[in-house]
């Protein structure tokens, strides 16, 4: 889950940031808290290592000392992005000298919604390179490592996505349609319903319609047209598929 960390007391400014993460983030996979001055819940936020965390902290706002707090949320977690909205650019200068590292600094003027969401499609990209699935469903985290899937599917009774790993099947509550983005390169969709991570592939019967993974469980899920594509990844990821 990704957190939006949003610290300021100007409610326009507010709108506009929520509607850049509209605009930009995946649906159902972010939250969004918002303060007007510093409480321990912020620090807390940061002591969740199984959470994303972006903070977009506002250097007019009056009731927090943006920089000082960023220094004692960087020091909680390291994993995190720092956006600094201000309405001179020349204000991000001291942010140089801070201690720690900021995403980016944005000027609060009339391209203001639009660079943020530049921004958010770049750390998006960056997030993207992660490796590992990390879900948070309800009271439980996930943090699946990409070399630990074999194939991901869907339970349709149960509105589900399942997760099948080396270690057994898990059932979380992610759309399937958001997993595209969330995947790495070695993830294949060879159907409408399943993505298989290509190096546990141990053979492929194209005329059959099934793939067999290096634990010997053998799935049907292979379509027609995912075919050329699989055959295209085998060659950067898995070059020791049986194909027949």
Not at 16 to 24: F, G, V, W
Not at 40 to 49: R, S
Not at 96 to 108: D, I, K, N, R, T
Not at 198 to 206: A, G, L, P, T
Request: net charge positive.
């Amino acid at each position: 889950m990704i957190n939006f960390i949003i610290c300021t007391e100007n409610k326009p400014l507010i709108k506009k940031i929520l509607s850049a993460l509209e605009n930009t983030m995946w649906k159902d996979h972010y939250q969004v808290h918002i303060f007007s001055e510093m409480q321990d819940e912020i620090i807390l936020l940061a002591k969740n290592k199984w959470n994303q965390n972006i903070y977009l902290f506002d250097l007019q706002c009056c009731k927090m000392n943006a920089v000082k707090l960023g220094s004692k949320i960087y020091r909680e977690n390291q994993g995190l992005y720092f956006l600094f909205l201000t309405d001179l650019l020349e204000q991000g200068l001291p942010l140089l000298s801070c201690g720690y590292p900021f995403y980016s600094c944005l000027v609060l003027d009339e391209n203001f919604q639009s660079n943020l969401e530049v921004r958010l499609k770049e750390i998006k990209k960056e997030l993207g390179k992660t490796n590992a699935l990390i879900v948070r469903d309800k009271s439980c985290n996930y943090h699946i490592l990409f070399h630990d899937i074999l194939y991901i599917t869907t339970d349709t009774m149960a509105r589900k996505t399942i997760v099948a790993t080396t270690y057994g099947k898990v059932k979380i509550s992610l759309p399937f349609y958001s997993l595209k983005e969330l995947l790495g390169d070695q993830f294949v969709q060879t159907h409408r319903a399943c993505f298989i991570n290509i190096s546990h592939v141990r053979k492929i019967d194209y005329q059959n319609r099934n793939i067999a993974f290096d634990n010997e469980e053998i799935i049907d899920l292979l379509s027609t047209r995912a075919v050329c594509h699989i055959k295209a990844s085998l060659t950067s990821y898995n070059d020791k598929v049986v194909n027949f």
